[in-house]
């Protein structure tokens, strides 16, 4: 198993990206069109047989008759596009709440009932101008993703779930090595590691989700769409990685020849990479710290690569996840199925994809 | 430019693959986007997956020597890369770099976060060439005439910002180089992705432009933490870029936005505040954040520099390919 100088297992997420999608294709050959599952289908079957299981009590029946069997539920381009829109519920609230105070309105949740669990104060204090400017456009950008998800699916839209920016935080921190409280909305460099936990996960995500799409003409329209959001979370995730390297520079102990970049935050961040990849199937690029240099600066005796771009290490190819994975990211659950919910959604995602499968 | 490509996708219907080439990719990305639909057996194309990705290939070896000269000061083919056509390692062409050759290319750097990023961008674009060229094997296509210096002159004179312009002088004109390409490869990836038929290929493709936008994100980020209220020049410098791109590719509508300043809405309903442009993407309705796409002839015209479409059978030259790219879609 590949493991490189940070320690962190990397695993050929595009082999075992083709080889996924080799199967599907030969299932796909094997069954009609519309009826094969993807491997995130499986998850739809346990939320099936989990939402008619045992836990209530079945009417008394005056003759043994067969059990009915759930028809499967059958994942189509909308069940992918609500899976999508609930992590943008989430990357919404967290960055609304980071710039303004206030969530979602009313509105953009489809009127939903649920609850966002936060520290008493959300709005990050003391920013810069050029740091609110960072937020607010991600801000907006978020905000406006869920908008076109809750347009596109129209009155499949599915409404907003319960979302826990406050105990999750915390529970990822000790998970991660980090501490036994984090809060994200605490200062500038806090907010860029919670930001760092969503970003990189919404590019797999969509990466993921792009090649299970349908080969029709509203699946193309959606793909076109999806790759697009695809790309902003990307620019996203680079925006957080290149401010954590800045910071670290910015933040960093000076000497007359010396300068030490602070590691801190980078740390932090790549704990929860490391959590990360132990969640949601590897698929994770450590941050490489910065190390320290000389002043003046010698160009020609310091040649280190970044490691801003989270992708595989051989054929540069940003990392795709199955929709599994990222349950199991954004529900802070080990590998396992039967998981209806926990972490950043303490009752489950909405929509037919809520339940791990494996 | 919708009703434009709908005719050019009508022409195409009727004739014959030649007709396909003189139009090039604008045709095609209309049968994407437009919304045209061709009729069941009407639907075969008369270009195949290999064309599209050695399109990209074009795109890559490009960029791959850019990052490489910045940081190595050497082309790639001595940084184990192929160039040649094919599985031939070598007999690619050349690349016009600045008097005083590949080693007077790389970069006096001053600031060490930003050789660190050149570095590892130097790299992933040099895995895109090997990846694609391991993938397309006996059809790759050989690497084209590159010109890495007259080039940036001409651009830098069309978009009002120097008669001559080195991106290699220093790490801010480094990153203002880098500028000039890294939204294109988004917007290039974004419009070819949806053509490609094979499964495998649509998912690299699409993993292509993720890092292309890892890429685009993190030069525009570390622009504006150079500039981060515009004073310095270098957000002005991005913004003439983009409307350079625009003007090459013919966008009828503002979709590339350089790096600077907007005013967004979020919440509480009704209460703007100050934002950056990060992402090259429109904020609110109706584009709702989301990037855009580029044909691949709007492509052509931006790395070639040139707005007229050429005859049938002849290729889009100048700027960075002043004898064109290499492939159908050339």
Not at chain 1, 20 to 37: G, T
Not at chain 1, 287 to 303: E, G, K
Not at chain 2, 12 to 22: C, D, F, P, Q
Not at chain 2, 302 to 316: D, F, L, Q
Request: hydrophobic share 40%; aromatic share 8%; net charge negative.
């Amino acid at each position: 198993m590949p493991v490189d100088g940070t320690g962190i297992t990397r695993f050929s997420r595009w082999e075992r990206y083709v080889v996924d999608k080799k199967l599907i294709e030969l299932i796909d050959k094997a069954m009609s069109r519309r009826s094969f599952m993807a491997r995130s289908g499986a998850a739809a079957a346990v939320a099936v047989v989990a939402g008619c299981g045992g836990s209530s009590t079945p009417a008394p029946t005056p003759a043994p008759t067969p059990t009915p069997t759930p028809a499967p539920v059958v994942l189509g381009d909308s069940d992918y596009l609500n899976f999508a829109l609930n992590l943008e519920y989430l990357e919404a609230e967290f960055y609304l709440r980071a710039a303004t105070g206030s969530g979602l309105s009313a509105t953009d949740t489809g009127n939903a009932t649920t609850t966002v669990t936060v520290p008493s104060t959300t709005m990050i204090p003391g920013l810069t101008t050029a740091q609110q400017n960072y937020l607010f456009e991600i801000a907006q950008n978020e905000l406006d993703h869920v908008r076109f998800l809750r347009s596109a699916l129209a009155s499949d839209a599915v409404t907003r779930p319960d979302i826990d920016l406050m105990n999750s935080f915390n529970a990822a921190a000790s998970a991660a090595g980090i501490g036994s409280s984090f809060n994200p909305f605490g200062s500038y460099e806090a907010f860029l590691v919670g930001a760092f936990v969503f970003e990189d996960v919404g590019v797999t995500a969509y990466h993921g989700a792009a090649g299970l799409l349908s080969n029709t003409a509203t699946g193309k329209t959606y793909l076109a769409a999806a790759a697009s959001i695809l790309a902003v979370e990307a620019y996203h995730a680079a925006e957080i990685r290149t401010l954590l390297i800045a910071d670290s520079v910015a933040t960093a102990t000076k000497t007359s020849t010396l300068v030490t970049p602070n590691p801190t935050y980078v740390t932090y961040a790549n704990q929860i990479s490391k959590l990360r990849a132990t969640l949601g199937g590897g698929a994770e690029t450590a941050l490489t710290a910065l190390p320290p240099y000389a002043i003046p600066f010698v160009s020609t005796a310091y040649m280190p690569a970044s490691s801003i771009v989270a992708c595989d290490p051989t054929n540069s190819i940003a990392y795709a996840r199955s929709t599994d994975e990222v349950l199991h990211i954004v529900y802070a659950a080990p590998p396992g199925a039967g998981v209806k919910g926990g972490g950043f959604f303490p009752n489950g995602m909405t929509g037919n994809i809520s339940v791990t499968a494996s | 430019m919708a009703n434009l490509e709908t005719q050019q996708v009508d022409e195409v219907i009727v004739n014959s693959r030649r007709k396909m080439l003189a139009l090039g990719g604008a045709a095609l990305a209309g049968i994407a986007f437009a919304g045209v639909k061709l009729a069941e057996g009407q639907s075969a194309p008369a270009y195949t997956d290999a064309d599209i990705l050695n399109f990209a290939l074009n795109l890559e070896y490009l960029e791959a020597q850019f990052y490489s000269l910045a940081t190595s000061g050497t082309t790639i083919d001595n940084l184990g890369s192929g160039i040649g056509p094919g599985t031939n390692k070598f007999d690619g062409a050349a690349v016009i770099t600045k008097p005083g050759g590949p080693s007077a290319c790389v970069v006096p750097w001053t600031l060490p976060a930003i050789q660190a990023y050149a570095t590892e961008t130097a790299s992933e674009e040099r895995h895109h060439v090997n990846f694609l060229r391991a993938n397309l094997g006996s059809a790759a296509v050989a690497q084209p005439t590159l010109d890495l210096y007259n080039s940036f002159n001409t651009l830098a004179g069309v978009a009002g910002i120097a008669s001559t312009f080195d991106p290699f002088a220093n790490d801010l004109d480094f990153l203002v180089g880098a500028y000039i390409f890294e939204d294109v490869g988004v917007t290039a990836y974004s419009g070819a992705a949806p053509l490609i038929t094979t499964p495998a290929y649509l998912a690299a493709a699409a993993g292509i432009l993720g890092v292309e936008a890892y890429h685009a994100g993190l030069i525009r980020t570390s622009i504006f933490i150079a500039d981060p209220d515009g004073k310095a020049g270098l957000q002005g410098y991005t913004q003439q870029i983009s409307a350079t791109r625009m003007k090459l590719d013919g966008s009828s509508t503002v979709d590339d936005i350089g790096v600077g300043f907007q005013t967004v809405s979020v919440e509480p309903a009704n209460t703007t505040n100050g934002a950056a442009t990060i992402v090259d993407a429109q904020t609110g309705s109706p584009n709702y954040s989301k990037t855009y796409s580029r044909s691949t002839t709007q492509v052509l015209q931006i790395v070639t520099g040139s707005v007229n479409i050429p005859a049938a059978g002849a290729k889009y030259m100048g700027v960075f390919f002043p004898n064109g790219l290499n492939g159908l879609f050339s």
